[in-house]
Nanobody, 128 residues
Framework: QVQLVESGGGLVQAGGSLRLSCAAS????????MGWFRQAPGKEREFVAT????????YYADSVKGRFTISRDNAKNTVYLQMHSLKPEDTAVYYC?????????????????????WGQGTQVTVSS
């Protein structure tokens, strides 16, 4: 079992930055692909970013490409999502997720159905 706890969310003005963290316990994260997803009110949960075991491969949703960066520190058992140039449409609950898949398949890594473990989410609100 992997327990995931997100932190770092909050209220920020448009154009601002936030860094989300996802701390894991129970298992070492180094053997998990990690993803960030988000869900806005009235909308389905959507893919934001993902990173493979080694950290060598990352994928981003088009809507965040160039503004968000996913990274991992396996020694700290933590995954990060650095968000810059935030927009009101980035407002959502952000979730991190983990899966033991060790590969680089884009369709697999960007699907909400892939991930076995999820955190409770952290709210990000971007004001205009």
């Amino acid at each position: 079992q992997v327990q995931l706890v997100e932190s770092g969310g909050g209220l920020v003005q448009a154009g601002g930055s936030l860094r989300l963290s996802c701390a894991a316990s129970g298992r070492t994260l180094s053997r998990y692909s990690m993803g960030w997803f988000r869900q806005a009110p009235g909308k389905e949960r959507e893919f934001v970013a993902t990173i493979t075991w080694s950290g060598q491969t990352t994928y981003y949703a088009d809507s965040v490409k160039g503004r968000f960066t996913i990274s991992r520190d396996n020694a700290k058992n933590t995954v990060y999502l650095q968000m810059h140039s935030l927009k009101p449409e980035d407002t959502a609950v952000y979730y991190c997720a983990a899966d033991s898949y060790n590969g680089g398949n884009y369709d697999y890594l960007t699907s909400t159905h892939t991930y076995d473990y999820w955190g409770q989410g952290t709210q990000v609100t971007v004001s205009s």
